[in-house]
């Protein structure tokens, strides 16, 4: 993946809503994912970090190697893990070109990665190159396809779609999540297993109205609303309409619903 595929950018803006966004769903997404003491898991496009530290929490006896095509998102990485004692070890490197030997790792986590990818199947095959026979990958991915709200509204849908087609455009798919368990198989994994994670949010969690409905989700799709208007999806006075409409649904009578995928697979023996 090139730093262009990545249709959200790496401003300072999305490297804290990444940071919400991995703080709001950390249990729901990552509470049931840790590894044995004393194996070796790659990270595989670790980002700015977000989600390592949950990952070397929840593992505290593995060793974890955290990697990324950005210099500018790992360093960000790097400076994270200082501040917050992560043991985990970085490295600049593409999923494409992994610079270790074939069956490395005993275990490999994929989080918000394939979405932005040409090949997600060619991915994946590059990663079970490193993977140990009877090793796992979990992957997680959004579906933006799964976003549905009260108060309902045109002017959002079309906002979200947006989002959907200049991913699209860079490569991506932000429809990713529903096709994870026919990828996992076509590279070839087995017992793969994809459970479906919703988020649903109302007034009475707080938590979730500012640190998803708000911050995570809405923030993502209106930071792509620059690009829409100039390349003449809507007008500018159509897009703020959407995200007036999202933000709309985080008060006290609206209601958000989205879905997250979890899958995991295993490279044959």
Known sequence: MSERGYVHGYSETESERLSVQAATLNELLYG?????????????????????????????????ISVD???KSLAAAKKRATAEGNAAEYLNCDIFGLPFPEDSFDHIFVCFVLEHLRDPVDAL?????????????????????????????????????????????????????????????????????????????????????????????????EGVGEDAVSSGMMTKEEWDEGISALYRTAEEDGTFCYTFFKATGTRPV
């Open 69 to 71: 095509i950005s210099q």
């Open 125 to 221: 095959t590059a990663l079970m190159r490193v993977l140990k026979p009877g090793g796992t990958i979990t992957v997680i991915e959004g579906d933006h396809g799964s976003a549905f709200f009260h108060p309902e509204s045109a002017a959002a849908k079309r906002n979200i779609g947006c989002l959907v087609k200049l991913q699209a455009e860079a490569g991506g798919d932000a429809l990713i999540g529903r096709r994870l368990s026919p990828l996992l198989r076509s590279a070839g994994l087995d017992a793969v297993s994809v459970s479906p994670r919703m988020v649903y949010v109302d007034s009475s969690r707080p938590d979730l109205v500012e640190g998803f409905t708000r911050k995570t989700f809405t923030a993502m799709v």
């Open 32 to 64: 049931d994912t840790s590894y044995p003491a004393g194996s070796l898991v790659l990270e595989a496009g670790c980002g700015t970090g977000a989600q390592t530290p949950v990952v070397t929490k929840n593992s505290p006896g593995a060793v974890i």
